[in-house]
């Protein structure tokens, strides 16, 4: 870079910020606008990162504790974001035969198989006598869902096979669900009511992922049978939770899964299953797909924002370049090039930049810590979001601080000197 050495580049980066700082306080309201543009992009940045990396980091603990062998046969695997208009073309799960008890007793026969778990879900008014929770998520399972998915029984018991098999009208809940009936009493023993019947409460559950640990995430867990009975719910979408052996690997019960059920459905060499298999790996990368989406959201908010303190550096510089075309004479009659006089703009225009962009990522760090503190969602800052906002806003200031300072750069210094 001709005529600037390091030291003669150091001094004029240093006197570019410090002209930024001059500029800020003599247009403030300019100053303020340029730099809530930039601030609200970087927010919308450190924000909405913090929330997606939480979820990721939460949903990937959930997925290891819960048992890294462990996965799921589906009716159907909806990955990434789908759009379906409720026709058959769209909704490929129609042409798809429902999973089965039968083929669950099937699974469970195989050799890399140490157990499965039938889980479907549906939705019910639950109360507990004037206390009234409203609608919540009830699941049916059967008694080995421990075994398989995890978690404890820290008070009472879990249901039995013959809890199942008489389809007895009992419920096991978590700490939440109890908090939510009953406060400070003792849940076990007590009678709820769910889908217009009385429960049991036998067992207060904890969940080994408590990543939304709230009153949202109360969990009811009846008996399979008693369930299929008496619940409200979508049939055919049973969820099957197979638990290998510890002999055997999660590729090897998955094969065996996936042989005993093409040969009972009857499917030909070559044709698609009509069924799918889980596993976590696949879960987390469904999951990474579907966060694109947000990152493609938080990428156009982030933008709009810098493009609007954008329009302010070209509005702010311009002023600039008109109120020192005297100065800027002087200092090219003096000796400095255009190099040297488009440096100083160009620190300048990015310093603007740089200081909504410490804005934005001070409201930002209060937003997530926020989402941290009175949410339960585990909302973290990832180091690449801040230094992904520095340099976006870095280079917007450059990049509209551009033309002002070519324009500086490029003063005659006769004319220059000339300015009144």
Not at 239 to 253: F, G, Y
Not at 380 to 405: H, K
């Amino acid at each position: 870079m001709s005529g600037l050495g390091r030291g003669n580049l150091l001094s004029r980066a240093l006197e570019g910020v410090t002209l930024a700082f001059d500029a800020v306080r003599a247009a403030k309201t300019r100053a303020a606008l340029t730099i809530l543009g930039i601030a609200i992009g970087v927010m919308v940045v450190i924000a909405m990162a913090s929330m997606i990396s939480g979820i990721q980091n939460g949903v990937s603990d959930i997925v290891s504790r819960a048992g890294p062998k462990s996965f799921y046969v589906m009716r159907y695997f909806r990955e990434g974001i789908q759009v379906s208009d409720g026709s058959d073309e769209m909704s490929p799960w129609r042409r798809r035969p429902r999973l089965s008890r039968r083929e669950a007793d099937l699974i469970r026969a195989l050799p890399a198989v140490e157990d499965v778990n039938i889980v479907e879900v549906g939705i019910s008014n639950i109360s507990y006598r004037d206390k009234a929770l409203g609608e919540r998520f009830v699941q049916g399972m059967d008694p080995v869902w421990m075994q398989v998915e995890g978690g404890q029984i820290i008070d009472g018991r879990n249901f039995t096979p013959m809890d199942a098999a008489l389809g007895a009208n009992v419920v096991v809940i978590n700490q939440p669900a109890a908090d939510a009936l009953f406060e400070n009493l003792d849940p076990v023993g007590r009678v709820i009511k769910m889908f217009g019947l009385p429960f049991t409460v036998i067992g207060l559950y904890q969940d080994p992922a408590e990543l939304f640990a709230d009153d949202d995430n109360a969990k009811f867990v009846l008996p399979h049978a008693t369930f299929a009975k008496v619940g409200e719910f979508d049939r055919g979408w049973i969820r099957i939770v197979v638990l290998p052996t510890e002999a055997a690997t999660q590729s090897d019960a998955m094969d065996q899964v996936t042989v005993a059920l093409r040969v009972d459905r009857g499917l030909k060499p070559g044709e698609e299953s009509s069924f799918d298999l889980v596993s976590g790996d696949r879960f987390l990368a469904s999951f990474n797909q579907m966060t694109q989406g947000f990152f493609l959201v938080m990428l156009v908010l982030s933008s709009v924002g810098l493009m609007v303190g954008g329009v302010g550096v070209v509005a702010i510089m311009m002023i600039s370049v008109t109120e020192r075309t005297r100065e800027i004479g002087v200092r090219k009659a003096l000796g400095a090039t255009r190099g040297e006089i488009l440096f100083q703009f160009l620190v300048e225009a990015a310093t603007l930049t740089l200081m909504g962009a410490a804005v934005g990522l001070a409201l930002g760090g209060l937003i997530a810590l926020g989402i941290r503190s009175f949410t339960p969602l585990p909302a973290v800052i990832p180091l690449w979001s801040i230094v992904m906002a520095l340099i976006a806003s870095a280079i917007t200031g450059i990049l509209f601080g551009l033309y002002p300072a070519n324009k500086a750069a490029r003063l005659n210094p006769v004319e220059a000197l000339r300015y009144e």
